[in-house]
């Protein structure tokens, strides 16, 4: 469906993924305000709020924004059902009259504007990931889904950012971190924002089929430790790749490579015994899915059992045509275990002519996290892929993000928060964001004007201005402007920018990431990135200031 607007089409969207976020996901005191500001008559006063953020998480100097595609379908389909207004009534004070009631039935998010960063960008603190304008009781009714919908969010896509930038753009990053996420929304939340954050493919198939974000898996150790013995395997027979012909007895291929690696003159009487329940379970699976044969080798003992199992299937597969997928770690000294495999891969691959042998991928898992995957890459390691679980959907280095959802103006005049701690004091009045870019093609600094400021150019020198601290302040002259809010949503038909699909937020987080100064990007003392106010802004910050603030009197 869609509605013709100012002679644009805009589309009917959807509601959000998850069912759960309806006009009742929020704390009770935005109704009792609600009804609060209905009593008062000033519900239908025209107010402007910021979301935004304090600090970056995780000891670091950036913030990948994420979750505004489901808060536009939120408010896009915003309503109180009858059921919900009824355990509104039952949940407020008894003294609260009916036309409040009346009041619920039509509301909706008609009259609300929502600009907003871009989802996938690189943001910082202070500066308005959203500015939500609207009558005042419903953009509170908006408050907390909108920061439940954007603070786990980010954060997550951040933490999966971070994990990217130690791993290297060369390694594939897997999330496996269901069974650990806060429930089935933290999974499916998690999956989602990690691909976002630029994570290559997640093991929740929900996930896969809600985003269509890449699956991967193989198998557990429950499943090598199932297996007993080779007998166990009933049809034994593989049609080769292209199906021209029949091994009967893939078993006996296997154990006879096994048995060429154990003699082998290049790996010295490296192997001897081997698991023969292993080798079942390797064969077992090679036999249900020969074309993507992957195996998880350290059920018993990776270099004396896993590694010459594997290789002896994956040697049986290739001589029917296919190319095994590799191994994977979950267990033990990742660095040099990897780098033993690849050794023993090279060595096959030479002495028995198999091309690409000894680049086969190796995946390594278990409780991996930021710290791991830094020291791996100090000592040195060959592993390709990594999946990582409890670590970064659960963003264990740090619990929330902290965004906050403040006043700036009402009904055009503007308001600001005070307090005794400078960092809680917010930036009043309806503003406009930019991003000023060096010669190198950099962001330099983040700039935030009064709404009817003229904009930054091109060329000329601005004076940008720490918010509270008069001593910090430069001068820049930006070679490129980036305005950094845009419309999101302006009624059910207006006119605004369309929400991108999930590949395209993908990679321009990947993108912004890329374009940041690496001295920013480092996991130990980065660089701040500088926020700053025009000079007329800042003037203005401090004239509100000493006008709210309240003068003491000594006697």
Not at 48 to 55: A, E, N, P
Not at 387 to 415: D, H, M, S, W
Request: hydrophobic share 40%; aromatic share 10%.
């Amino acid at each position: 469906m869609a509605a013709k607007s100012n002679g644009q089409v805009s589309k009917v969207l959807d509601g959000p993924i998850n069912p759960m976020v309806t006009p009742l996901l929020t704390d009770l005191y935005q109704f009792t305000m609600a009804y609060a500001y209905w009593k008062a008559g000033k519900h239908n006063e025209r107010a402007v709020f910021d979301l935004y953020f304090r600090k970056n998480p995780f000891g670091g100097e950036y913030t990948v924004f994420a979750g505004l595609e489901e808060c536009i379908k939120f408010i896009a389909n915003f309503k109180l059902a009858e059921d919900e207004i009824d355990f509104v009534r039952e949940s407020l004070s008894s003294s609260c009259e009916d036309g409040f009631f009346d009041y619920l039935r039509g509301v909706d998010c008609s009259d609300v504007e929502v600009y907003a960063v871009q989802e996938g960008s690189v943001v910082f603190p202070k500066v308005p990931l959203l500015r939500v304008e609207g009558p005042i009781a419903v953009v509170q009714l908006l408050e907390t889904p909108f920061l439940n919908l954007i603070n786990y969010a980010s954060l997550v896509a951040t933490n999966a950012a971070r994990h990217r930038f130690v791993a290297g753009e060369s390694k594939m990053l897997l999330e496996f971190g269901l069974r650990r996420a806060q429930g089935p929304d933290g999974g499916i939340g998690a999956s989602r924002y990690c691909y976002m954050g630029g994570f290559h493919a997640t093991s929740n198939v929900a996930a896969g089929k809600l985003f269509g974000i890449p699956l991967r898996g193989t198998h557990s150790h429950a499943f090598v430790s199932s297996f007993m013995s080779p007998d166990e395997i009933i049809d034994k027979s593989l049609h080769s790749s292209d199906k021209r012909s029949t091994c009967e007895d893939f078993v006996s291929l296997a154990q006879t490579w096994l048995n060429k690696i154990q003699w082998s003159n290049s790996l010295n009487g490296t192997f001897g015994e081997t698991n023969q329940s292993e080798l079942a379970a390797f064969t077992s699976y090679a036999l249900a899915f020969p074309d993507n044969f992957l195996a998880l080798v350290d059920t018993y003992d990776v270099m004396r059992s896993g590694i010459p199992n594997f290789c002896a299937v994956a040697l049986a597969l290739n001589d029917l045509g296919y190319k095994a997928a590799g191994i994977r770690l979950d267990s033990g000294d990742l660095a040099y275990l990897s780098s033993e495999a690849r050794k023993i891969f090279c060595i096959i691959e030479k002495e028995f002519g198999v091309p690409g042998f000894g680049k086969m991928v190796i995946t390594a898992s278990n409780d991996l996290n930021e710290e791991t995957l830094d020291a791996l890459n100090k000592q040195g390691h060959e592993v390709d892929a990594f999946g990582i679980g409890t670590y970064v959907v659960t963003c264990y280095a740090q619990a929330a993000l902290g965004c906050v959802f403040k006043l700036v103006e009402i009904n055009n005049q503007p308001r600001i928060k005070l307090s005794e701690d400078v960092t809680k004091v917010s930036i009043p009045c309806k503003k406009r964001s930019y991003r000023l870019y060096g010669k190198e093609g950099y962001p330099l600094v983040d700039i935030m004007t009064g709404e009817n400021e003229p904009p930054p150019k091109v060329g000329e020198r601005i004076l940008c201005r720490h918010p509270f601290n008069e001593s910090k302040r430069a001068y820049v002259v930006p070679q490129r402007v980036e305005e950094l809010l845009k419309c999101f949503w302006q009624g059910p038909g207006g006119v605004r920018e369309d929400l991108p699909p999930l590949n395209d937020i993908r990679e321009r987080c990947i993108s912004q990431l890329a374009k940041m100064r690496p001295d920013h990007m480092r996991r130990l003392n980065p660089t701040p990135y500088k926020v700053s106010v025009s000079a007329k802004l800042y003037d203005f910050i401090h004239f509100l200031w000493l006008n709210e603030a309240p003068v003491g009197e000594l006697q």
